[in-house]
């Protein structure tokens, strides 16, 4: 029996849903595979990562993982010397093919580059305004509601975990660990339970180490457990156009290893209720620049 892996896909930006998207679709057809699909429909302001460069440690990544050439200069620069044009209204078309294609579809954003990296300055009234602004949306695009949420960047606050549980999603994957879990805030256990992300992307594997591009696929082989939870992160920026045949290389190797990825939903157990709970904090994760949300299993390790 082969081991499941869960595949979550995230589209941040214009560019990845127009181009990576089609292009994603295609190599999972050919593989005859089904993944989460997370989308961002709001304003793409990604480009205003560029100020961040005057951040050491994001500079760093930048070069590390060569993102002009990975992500190209249009995303690079959307949103900085003019407004940031709205995804969701633009790419019609490529969100209904994942949804019409059995793929599982759920929300990262409304505008992804204000969550990530302003999420401290939001109110919970905003939070909750973005996020049902961006779950209508998707809803009247694809046909029928999200099912699931993922925070970008890996960022979740407290406000938006227990509006998770308002909108009844299945489950959400807002931080990076190791097991499925309930997360517990302000000392509740909330019912929409956690499918962390447990593998490193491309872009925080590439330049650590010896890990170039050309061996990335046996690098992250080698991360996989068959005994323990495993979950993928790839971006429709990057596999689905610069590695768009890295990606395809590493879905056959998946095959032969007897590795079968899934949308994040089939990893649920028949009872979530039943999942041990969990709070989640602020921490690091190697490869990348800026805090995550992380697990931490029990109460009494985390202040929730």
Not at 126 to 143: F, Y
């Amino acid at each position: 029996m082969s081991a499941l892996l869960g595949l979550r896909v995230d589209v941040d930006t214009l560019r990845g849903t127009r181009r990576g998207v089609p292009e994603l679709l295609r190599i999972l057809d050919r593989h005859q595979l089904r993944a989460s699909f997370f989308f961002s429909v709001g304003p793409d302001n990604m480009g205003r990562n560029l100020w961040r460069l005057l951040d050491p440690a994001f500079l760093k990544k930048m070069l590390r993982s060569r993102a002009p050439s990975l992500y190209g200069w249009d995303v690079l620069l959307m949103g900085t010397a003019w407004p940031g044009l709205k995804i969701g209204p633009r790419c019609r078309e490529m969100i209904r093919d994942v949804a019409g294609a059995g793929h599982e579809i759920g929300v990262h954003a409304w505008d992804h580059f204000t969550w990530q990296h302003r999420l401290d300055r939001l109110s919970a009234l905003r939070i909750a305004a973005e996020s049902l602004r961006a779950h209508d949306l998707i809803a009247e695009i694809a046909g029928k509601a999200p099912t699931c949420a993922a925070a970008p960047g890996w960022k979740v606050s407290a406000d938006m975990l227990e509006l998770r549980d308002q909108l009844n999603y299945r489950y959400a994957s807002d931080c990076r660990g190791e097991s499925m879990f309930r997360p517990v805030v302000r000392s509740r256990a909330l019912r929409t339970p956690q499918v962390p992300a447990t593998l490193p992307t491309f872009d925080e594997l590439v330049g650590a180490g010896a890990v170039t591009p050309e061996n990335f696929n046996a690098a992250l082989l080698g991360l996989i457990r068959p005994d323990a939870l495993n979950v993928y992160t790839i971006h429709a920026e990057a596999e689905g156009i610069a590695c768009a045949g890295l990606f395809d290389q590493l879905l056959g190797s998946f095959e032969e290893r007897g590795f079968q990825a899934v949308p994040l939903g089939s990893l649920l157990p028949g009872d979530a209720a039943a999942l041990p709970e969990g709070t989640i904090e602020r921490g690091v994760v190697s490869g990348r620049a800026d805090w995550v949300s992380v697990q931490v299993n029990g109460r009494e390790q985390g202040r929730g």
